[in-house]
């Protein structure tokens, strides 16, 4: 079965990086689109950003274009997402998601938390 496995997440200093994982089992990963979606406490669900199947091409939402960096390894079956110049309003539940845009992604990760605080 499809199983989605976040981690690498935790709290983080204004400023600071954390770069999440996503390991991905049950299905042929280098086939599939990948996304990257959070959800802030008390808000809805905001995609965050995409990477097609072969890596080369990535999308990002503009609140993280130029912070993020969205990466994966087909080889280790791996999604990533690097975060960098974190800021509070980045805090979220981090899921990883099979597919791309909101009628493609079918399967979903549990999340991972994000904390972005002094």
């Known amino acids: 079965q499809v199983q989605l496995v976040e981690s690498g997440g935790g709290l983080a200093q204004p400023g600071g990086s954390l770069r999440l994982s996503c390991a991905a089992s049950?299905?042929?990963?280098?086939?599939?689109?990948m996304s990257w979606a959070r959800q802030a406490p008390g808000k809805g669900l905001e995609w965050v950003s995409g990477?097609?199947?072969?890596?080369?091409?990535?999308d990002y939402a503009d609140s993280v274009k130029g912070r993020f960096t969205i990466s994966r390894d087909n080889a280790k079956n791996t999604l990533y997402l690097q975060m960098n110049s974190l800021k509070p309003e980045d805090t979220a539940l981090y899921s990883c998601?099979?597919?791309?845009?909101?009628?493609?992604?079918?399967?979903w990760g549990k999340g991972t938390q994000v904390t972005v605080s002094s």
């Open positions: 990477i097609y199947s072969d890596g080369r091409d990535t």
């Open positions: 049950g299905f042929t990963f280098s086939n599939y689109p």
């Open positions: 998601a099979r597919g791309a845009g909101w009628d493609g992604m079918d399967y």
